[in-house]
Antibody, heavy 131, light 110 residues
Framework: QITLKESGPTLVKPTQTLTLTCNVSGVSLSTSGVGVGWIRQPPGKALEWLALIYWNDDKRCSPSLKSRLTITKDTSRNQVVLTMTNMDPVDTATYYC???????????????????????WGQGTLVTVSS | QSALTQPPSASGSPGQSVTISCTGTSSDVGGYNYVSWYQHHPGKAPKLMIYEVTKRPSGVPDRFSGSKSGNTASLTVSGLQVEDEADYYCNSYAGRSNLVFGGGTKLTVL
């Protein structure tokens, strides 16, 4: 069973940089096909995808936040780290990390990819941005 | 990237069926078969219910099904049960490894 747990500060000040860590258990971040993403949910609002990183260090970030986001992984600690710069009160949200598998295969249609979904989620961590 | 459009609310009585729509564009929902659906009970972690439009993870009841027509994907919950009351979000691949969520639908079991 794959489990994920987010950790980081509960309160940050405007303009500060947020650093969140996702500890992953049950699968190695170096295993082919493993990906971990970050998703957030402001209070009373919808989910928003932030970033993804795969076993091969392929990284993707939301275009609207790309300039502020950095996603990295520490394979030795089996952790994924998200940093977000220049925090603002509108960034107040519950931040989730989630496992996202990616598989390449051949079928009758030829070369295909299975992925782009989140099958295991952490419980989330609430980050408040306030002075 | 604009969020996918979902109705803010949906409802049904126990035993009935309800369908939640998720409308995007040809650049996301209509262009790829990578639509997923998540059930979210407040205060808990979201749960994957459907992936790649129609596939159901093990452990998800077959009362939940997914489909797609053009730029609109749908989640159908048959035989509604009280525990199905939750928020539901769709998500789609949007090209260049970008992902976009819908605005969410609050499902009420009357």
């Amino acid at each position: 069973q794959i489990t994920l747990k987010e950790s980081g500060p509960t309160l940050v000040k405007p303009t500060q940089t947020l650093t969140l860590t996702c500890n992953v258990s049950g699968v190695s971040l170096s295993t082919s096909g493993v990906g971990v993403g970050w998703i957030r949910q402001p209070p009373g609002k919808a989910l928003e995808w932030l970033a993804l990183i795969y076993w091969n260090d392929d990284k993707r970030c939301s275009p609207s936040l790309k300039s502020r986001l950095t996603i990295t992984k520490d394979t030795s600690r089996n952790q994924v780290v998200l940093t977000m710069t220049n925090m603002d009160p509108v960034d107040t949200a519950t931040y989730y990390c989630a496992h996202s598998p990616l598989t390449y295969y051949y079928d009758s249609s030829g070369y295909s990819i299975s992925g782009y979904y989140f099958d295991f989620w952490g419980q989330g961590t609430l980050v408040t941005v306030s002075s | 990237q604009s969020a996918l459009t979902q109705p803010p609310s949906a409802s049904g009585s126990p035993g009935q069926s309800v369908t939640i729509s998720c409308t995007g564009t040809s650049s996301d929902v209509g262009g790829y078969n990578y639509v997923s659906w998540y059930q979210h009970h407040p205060g808990k972690a979201p749960k994957l219910m459907i992936y790649e439009v129609t596939k159901r993870p093990s452990g998800v009841p077959d009362r939940f099904s997914g489909s797609k027509s053009g730029n609109t994907a749908s989640l159908t919950v048959s035989g509604l049960q009280v525990e199905d009351e939750a928020d539901y979000y769709c998500n789609s691949y949007a090209g260049r490894s970008n992902l976009v969520f819908g605005g969410g639908t609050k499902l009420t079991v009357l």
